[in-house]
């Protein structure tokens, strides 16, 4: 999957607030990832966050 930053991801779970959608602000080993609706930023490991994102939203 090709992704870049600023890119909204759809997660197959939800954030604890309910949003299912995240911005990537880091690309790497890890994935720094900021929830939409509520705004926190969470660091995902690469194979973790692969795994777990349903789709890329066209902006």
């Known amino acids: 999957m090709e992704l870049k930053l600023n890119d909204i991801v759809i997660m197959k779970k939800p954030h604890p607030c309910g949003c299912n959608e995240f911005e990537i602000l880091r690309l790497g080993v890890d994935y720094k990832l900021k929830c939409i609706k509520c705004g926190r930023e969470v660091m995902v490991p690469r194979v973790k966050a692969e795994k ?5 939203k066209n902006v």
């Open 52 to 56: 777990n994102i349903k789709g890329v």
